[in-house]
């Protein structure tokens, strides 16, 4: 029984561990690129996009399709990003836990 009670407060633990995190997901910024810099693109570690920066040269209404593209391209580079920060903060938290490889915690 006591066993069952320690896990029962490792359990507990590891869940006040995982609200925290994501918590801290929710301030943690990341930024991603494209056109060699010309269009970036801000967004938190779980995906809420705070900001985007374009580049004034890119204001071509005759290249919109061009800026569209890189749009799609910087925010796709943030959200890489921001996933593996998620990923990096959740690795440490379940640092020697024997979870299967490939499971999403969040």
Known sequence: MR????????????????AALQGEL?????SG????G?????MTAKGQVKGVQLDPAMMNPD??????????AAMNDARGKAEQVAAERMGELTKGLPLPPGLKLF
């Open 63 to 72: 290249e919109r399709e061009i800026l569209e593209d890189l749009i799609v």
């Open 3 to 18: 066993d069952l009670m320690g896990m029962m407060k490792q359990a507990q633990a590891m869940q006040e561990k995982m």
């Open 38 to 42: 010309a269009v970036w693109v801000t």
């Open 33 to 36: 690129a494209s056109g060699g």
């Open 26 to 30: 929710d301030t943690v910024e990341v």
